[in-house]
């Protein structure tokens, strides 16, 4: 990694102070009630010709549901790709709003719903789209890169959306054209890309509430009791818990870990909805969830986010019989989003 801070300008404007919600508590289920609302909801999917498109994150539950009726469980880029290549009519998006709204710019012909429509990001929360159109008409030499975590507006501002699983290759791409970068909104995963890359940044003030607890002193604790670990960090986290990585990568880069490295245990520095597929995918690993907070502290998040557990088999259920919740994107804004994601989705399939 090569650190090359001189080309990294982070927007020191004082970042937007976000709203976390607290988690939502559902009533727990017995055994048979919820066989009973997984077969209502198993139903209500062939009639309406629907999938389930799932995030990692979101409760084991909903994600053994996605794959045992033709949906996806995956990570952002993978969700977005689904969405284009499914007959489907409608989309049950089961993760955050910017997933529900990218499957709507790529899909305008079909009907996306979620399960509930509060179930945002706290950096796309952090980037409102007239601040950001106007910061990027303050520095109108560098091309416009923003994280899917984003409003549709926002990336209707962009020459470019990425998302973790290919943010690295995108930008090495057009560092090598010689552009300079405008990023948002994320500056923990900008800076993890400015390093890697080298490429002249501009940062983006804004955080991810989950990743941006996990705690480096703790993590180095941690690391010690189980010294042949092997640590795993989505790159939303800080620099100190990133540069303590075996593994720095998507979630889906995270599970291949698990799966395909010879480690026994794993330190995993994400959301820990993760654990889910990655106890599916390999059954013998032990999988260690990386230190939030210092003892006796209260985190907000506490490494699960509070907008992803907003989805539940219950509100599925719900917004499948009303038909609520659809997503709605206004046309000229679709328009020029459409291009911003195209655009990642082709140089992604290039390289494949
Ligand atoms: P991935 O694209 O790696 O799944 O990340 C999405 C996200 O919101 C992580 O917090
Ligand atoms: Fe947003 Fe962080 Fe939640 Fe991912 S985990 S959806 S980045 S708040």
Sequence with gaps: MTNNDSRMHLDRSAPHTIQVPAHPIWPALNDADKAALRDRVKQLLREQNAVLVAHYYVDGDLQELAEETGGCVADSLEMARFGTTTDADTLVVCGVRFMGETAKILNPEKRVIMPDLDATCSLDEAC????????????????????????????????????????LDIVRHLHERGEKIL??????????????????????????????????????????????AAVLVHPESPDEVVDQ???????????????????????????DGIFWKM???????????????????????????????????????????????????????????VTSIRRMLDFAAQRQ
Excluded at 143 to 149: G, K, L
Excluded at 192 to 216: I, P
Excluded at 252 to 265: G, H, S, Y
Aim: with cysteine; hydrophobic share 40%.
């Design 183 to 228: 990023w948002a909104p994320d500056r923990h995963l900008g800076h993890y890309v400015q390093r890697t890359t080298g490429a002249d940044m501009l940062l983006w003030n804004g955080a991810c509430v989950v990743h941006e607890e996990f705690k480096s002193f703790g993590l180095q604790r941690l690391r010690k009791l189980h010294p042949d």
């Design 128 to 167: 409102p789209a007239d601040q950001f159109s106007a910061f990027c008409d303050q520095h109108r030499d560098r091309t416009v890169v923003v994280y899917a975590n984003t409003s549709a507006a926002v990336k209707a501002r962009a020459d470019w959306v990425v998302t973790s699983g290919i943010a």
């Design 279 to 337: 106890h599916q995918l390999a059954p013998d690993k032990k999988l260690i969830a990386a230190p939030t907070a210092g003892e006796g502290a209260t985190c907000e998040s506490c490494a699960h986010c509070p907008w992803m557990a907003m989805n539940a088999l219950q509100n599925l259920e719900t917004v499948l019989r009303s038909g609520a919740n659809a997503i709605e994107i206004d046309p000229d804004t679709r328009e020029r989003a």
């Design 245 to 271: 990585a075996d593994v720095v990568g998507s979630t889906t880069a995270l599970i291949k870990a698990v799966q395909n490295l010879p480690n026994k245990e794993f330190i995993v520095a994400t959301d």
